[in-house]
């Protein structure tokens, strides 16, 4: 191929980042188009005045986002599904497309493509025609007990099929439950009072409708900032209760007005920490004397890697917890397939409330993620990218002990990211902008939080290869004592 323009400014260091983002602009404005062939690392470097390993590292950070491939023998392309769409929106919006700073996401470059395409053509070559309609809007039957067997063998899970609920991932999930929740048991919201009509005898016995109520909403500080526009708009009102080493602290959450309280007992996001067994059984107590219910996020709960496993929450008691889970780290984000279970006359008015929203999830992925659980390929891969991804998280782990031991690392037996605390004086805004000029994943903590803290950030290590993460570490000390 041709010439390619890539600003550069030599000046401003992070030169990898920097070609890294010329390529990605060049694939999202259609400048590159699926299949092209890029220059070899050594052409390309000539070209741009840098070294070949600057070049390397910008290839193989874009392959790991899913932009371009490279092949043996054929060269480095362009990914064929690496179209303009994926440009950020115009305007002062946030960018939907941050994968590569999300600590959270996994390497989808291992997305199992061939399979999950096996998948699909024996999906759409067997299922009968009118399998095509509107389906249940709780998803199909067979992926419903396929989830509902893999729950129970991997999650000790209770769940009976008819109590699962087939959704766009956990984001999805939790907005559904939270509508049902505040239409329920939320406190009337503006626009609630008096004055409408009340055709489906919907208004409690004061006259005041449900729907639309407001809930008072128990969620971890700190929390998963992207999560708390969402809550919001489902009719949470946000009650912030401090984690600590055991987890939420199940005492402070007691003195709050909570109907419902969302945590992450697996692998607290941001934190790493996993919920303790005195906290397990405290939490479950509190739901049952208060009445409330407890949503638990289960969105990374397949990566373990050195403790026993933990079962979730949920199968200690069904009547109270709300389980929500995907497939976004196992497989892909974008296939936005999710579950959530909930005690049965609760999971009733999820199902109700997802008909009358959208009428229900695409069926041919769902006949798809049937099959590949039925034939044990996502258990397959699951075991592949646990070996993997230990393998990188190890790498980390030695990389920030040799050369940033003042640095505390937590939350690392399970999950796609641990929790750095950082020495007093470093600032998580710098050392966030420094570390993704190196290609790390990396998310401050600071504006997770409700009460401040202690400057910590949580850095992805799902797609740092083996190879780079000293040298990334490194070069992060290096650039953050000068
Ligand atoms: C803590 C946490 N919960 C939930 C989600 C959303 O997951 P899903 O893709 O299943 O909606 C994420 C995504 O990164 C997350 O980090």
Not at 311 to 337: E, H, I, T, W
Not at 433 to 444: D, F, M, N, S
Request: overall charge neutral; aromatic content about 4%; charged content about 25%.
């Amino acid at each position: 191929m041709g010439d390619l323009y890539v600003p550069l400014d030599h000046g401003r260091g992070g030169v990898a980042a920097q070609v890294a983002s010329g390529l990605r602009d060049a694939v999202c404005s259609g400048r590159l188009a699926p299949g092209d062939r890029l220059p070899s690392s050594r052409d390309l470097a000539a070209d741009l005045g840098v070294s070949r390993g600057v070049v390397v590292e910008a290839y193989e950070q874009l392959v790991a986002e899913g932009f371009l491939v490279s092949r043996v023998g054929s060269g480095t392309r362009v990914a064929p599904a690496a179209t303009r769409d994926r440009a950020a929106p115009a305007g002062d919006q946030e960018p939907y497309h941050d994968y590569q700073s999300r600590a959270t996401s996994p390497d989808l470059g291992h997305f199992p493509r061939e399979r999950w395409l096996a998948a699909l053509r024996h999906a759409l070559t067997t299922i009968p025609s009118d399998a095509l309609d509107y389906g249940d809007p709780g998803g199909i039957p067979e992926l419903r007990e396929e989830l509902a067997g893999y729950l129970r063998r991997v999650r000790a899970a209770d769940v009976d099929p008819a109590n699962l609920i087939i959704v766009g991932g956990v984001a999805q999930g939790l907005s559904l439950v939270l509508h049902v929740l505040a239409e329920r048991d939320g406190r009337p919201g503006r626009g609630d009072r008096e004055g409408r009509a009340d055709p489906e005898g919907r208004a409690d016995r004061a006259g005041r409708f449900g729907r639309g109520g407001r809930l008072g909403l128990a969620v971890e500080d700190p929390t998963s900032h992207r999560q708390v526009p969402l809550l919001r708009r489902a009719g949470a009102d946000l009650l912030p209760v401090p984690v600590d080493e055991r987890g939420l602290d199940v005492a402070a959450l007691r003195d709050r007005p909570a109907r419902a309280v969302l945590v992450t007992p697996a692998h607290q996001y941001p934190t790493g920490v996993v919920l303790s067994p005195a906290r397990r059984a405290a939490l479950v107590e509190w739901a049952r004397e208060a009445d409330a219910i407890v949503l638990e996020d289960d969105y990374d709960a397949e990566f373990r890697f050195d403790r026993d496993p933990v079962g979730c929450l949920q199968g200690l008691a069904p009547d109270r917890v709300v389980l929500a889970g995907s497939v976004s780290k196992a497989l892909a984000p974008g296939l936005r397939l999710g579950w959530v279970v909930a005690p049965p006359a609760l999971a009733g008015a999820i199902r109700l409330a997802r008909g009358e929203f959208d009428l229900g999830s695409p069926v041919i992925e769902q006949y798809a993620l049937a099959g590949f659980l039925r034939t044990g390929g996502y258990d397959r891969h699951l075991r592949r990218m646990r070996r993997e991804y230990r393998r990188r998280r190890d790498a980390l782990v030695r990389a920030l002990a040799e050369h940033l031991p003042e640095v505390r690392v937590r939350g690392i037996e399970a999950g796609l990211h641990a929790c750095l605390d950082l020495p007093a004086g470093w600032d998580e805004g710098r050392v966030v902008a420094t570390a993704r000029e190196l290609g790390l994943a990396v998310e401050a903590v600071g504006p997770m939080r409700f009460a401040p803290g202690r400057p910590a950030v949580a850095v992805g290590f799902s797609r740092l290869p083996v190879h780079r993460a000293a040298e990334a570490v490194r070069e992060l000390k290096l650039r953050m004592s000068g």
